[in-house]
């Protein structure tokens, strides 16, 4: 410090300025100098709050920290502290900050404290990361600190500023634990459009809970269920609370939930799974907590399929449009559960528009409705059709429920109708006529109506009077059979030969008689025979003559002359032979007397 001390006035004893004295201009002025003392400059260190400083991490952007430098006792002059940045070398890597990664490294930097003033500051910038990570730390150390030259005020014997005390040039910082370095704790699960976990009867359900972001140190949770519509006890086994540990760098976790089978039909059913006292610094993620979906099960919503009673049926043709006796119904069942309502499509095979209506459909259940029914109707027609057998296929179900396999197809058969394979009969043109031995006749057969598949009809030939017995079988070849008609074919001819004999016969009278139809068709209700006339042959009522001589000589006196008639061949019925006698030269009366009667009687079967 200077003072400086200068004679300004000399005043007399009397109070007077006079003359009697004067200053010396050239040495009226003394300075004393007081050497400097007491610190002027300062004694610098760090702020008590600055020695030891936790700092965090922002998320997005680098930090800065603001370090506090004090100057004690003197602030005269302006003074320059260097200071670095400094590795803390001396604790675990997982704890060291390292230079431009986590902090901005300062080499040789300046801090001016101008004169007067007591603090200064170092800023330290933090650097923003997203990589988990457990505290760490680093110092910044005052290196020097020295008075700027300020000669003019100071004197050159002016004491530099200093330092405090060993120790005090080193502030701790600390970088906080950041980016969940302990750790994030969700569930981490597929979920369904309802955000769910959905599973099934029967399932062993594995909860996956992942250690997120950081996976330093050993952490826990516990857990628990809460049931909302299943029950804790029936729908599930296993423990439904406990606890997790995760070591340090273990990452997942697993909660094993099994789902009871129960055979019973339920809807959906729910519980939840929940964490909660998260331990050793990690803590719960959005998703601490999931919803776990049991799905209906045992066909809670039913099977749906043709009961079985109805997967094979027939119906005739209506005889009229809306003919009740056209109708069939297929009974659709809903087997297991009835929860909800249901709708079932279904849909007939192509082709059946014709026979059958309607083409498609659907039936409804209401809840705990069991059947329902498909009524279909046959179509009236005058066609000729055979067997036709047609599908109905039930296509789709809504509402929760599903096909039962091995029932969602009924076959409808509509049995052969209008005559499909034809109406045989004999045609009138040969349903009678005459014929002879050793001849070959034909019988013309017509089929009308249908002509589908190959058909055989049989026939027999016998005689039209049993009384005397029946040689049909001796008359004709063949005596019986089948015709034969090719699917299509409208009319058949049936040929039989009439046998050649030399039995004398009569004309007799045969019956062709229709007897069957085989492989569908029918016969006709009337036209079913021919009568057949075998004439007469080998003269069944004989040859008649004159047997033996028939030149005779005699004597008047033998008397009589007697003429055997024959009859050969047949001898058949009664027979009335005219005779005469005369046209020679004897003379009736005078020479031979004539019998009264020239009818000559012959019986049945007599010869002579």
């Known amino acids: 410090e200077v003072t400086r001390i200068q004679l300004d006035t000399v005043i007399q004893s009397d109070g007077t300025t006079g003359r009697k004295a004067i200053i010396d201009s050239l040495s009226n002025i003394a300075v004393v100098t007081v050497s400097a003392n007491d610190e002027p400059h300062g004694v610098v260190s760090w702020s008590p709050s600055s020695i030891n400083t936790t700092v965090i991490e922002t998320e997005g952007s680098n930090n800065v920290i603001n370090l506090q430098v004090i100057r004690e006792f003197g602030t005269v002059g302006d003074i320059l502290i260097t200071y670095d940045t400094v590795q803390d070398t001396s604790l675990p890597s997982v704890n060291q900050a390292m230079a431009n990664q986590d902090y901005t490294a300062v080499s040789s930097g300046v801090l001016t404290i101008p004169d007067k003033s007591s603090t200064g500051i170092i800023p330290i910038t933090i650097i923003a990361d997203n990589t988990p990570e457990l505290i760490e730390t680093f110092s910044v ?248 057998t047609f599908r109905v296929t039930l296509t789709s179900v809504s509402g929760g429920a599903s096909l039962r396999r091995g029932y969602t197809q009924a076959s409808v058969t509509i049995p052969a109708n209008d005559d499909p394979y034809g109406v045989v009969s004999v045609s009138p043109s040969t349903q009678r006529f005459y014929t002879a031995e050793s001849r070959l006749f034909s019988v013309q057969l017509l089929r009308a109506g249908g002509t589908f598949n190959d058909i055989s009809v049989s026939w027999l030939l016998r005689a039209s009077d049993q009384r005397f017995g029946d040689d049909s079988s001796r008359t004709f070849s063949p005596q019986s059979g089948a015709a034969i008609f090719l699917q299509g074919d409208n009319s058949s001819i049936v040929q039989i030969q009439v046998l050649m004999d030399s039995t004398p016969e009569e004309a007799r009278n045969y019956i062709f008689q229709l007897q069957s139809v085989q492989n569908g068709g029918r016969l006709a209700a009337v036209s079913t025979s021919a009568l057949i006339t075998v004439v007469a042959s080998d003269d069944p009522h004989g040859i008649v003559m004159l047997n033996g001589s028939l030149l005779k000589t005699v004597s008047e006196k033998v008397g009589k002359v007697e003429f055997n008639v024959t009859r050969s061949g047949g001898t058949n019925g009664n027979l009335d032979v005219n005779f005469t006698v005369g046209g020679g030269s004897a003379m009736a009366g005078s020479d031979y007397t004539a019998p009264s009667l020239s009818i000559l009687n012959l019986m049945n079967a007599q010869k002579v």
């Not at 502030?171 to 906080?176: G, H, K, L």
């Not at 009867?201 to 949770?221: D, P, Y």
């Open 141 to 388: 150390n005052l290196t020097s600190v020295v008075l700027r030259n300020d000669s003019s005020r100071l004197g050159s014997s002016t004491p530099s500023p200093r330092f405090a005390q060993p120790g005090y040039e080193e502030a701790t910082v600390n970088i906080a634990e950041n980016d969940e370095s302990r750790g994030i704790l969700n569930f981490v699960v597929i979920k369904n459009a309802a955000g769910e976990v959905a599973v099934t009867e029967g399932t062993n359900l594995i909860l996956n809970v992942m250690r997120q972001s950081g996976s330093f140190g050993a952490i826990g949770c516990s857990w628990k269920m809460v049931a909302l519509s299943a029950s804790l006890t029936d729908d599930i086994s296993g423990p439904t609370q406990g606890t997790l540990t995760w070591r340090a760098g273990e990452v997942n976790k697993t909660i094993a939930v099994a789902i009871n089978v129960d055979n019973i039909p339920e809807l959906a059913e729910t519980f939840r799974v929940e964490l909660f006292q998260p331990t050793g610094g990690a803590r719960f993620g959005s998703t601490d907590a999931v919803v776990v979906s049991i799905a209906a099960s045992d066909f809670a919503y039913c099977q749906i399929g043709f009961m079985a009673s109805s997967q094979v049926v027939s119906v005739p043709e209506a005889n009229s449009p809306g003919d009740p006796a056209g109708q069939v119904p297929l009974v659709v069942q809903r087997s297991q559960g009835t929860f909800g309502q249901v709708e079932v499509e279904w849909q007939l095979s192509d082709g059946a528009g014709s026979d059958l209506t309607p083409m498609n459909g659907s039936v409804f259940f209401l809840p705990n409705e069991k059947t329902q029914d498909i009524v279909l109707q046959s179509v009236s027609d005058i066609i000729p059709e055979g067997a036709e």
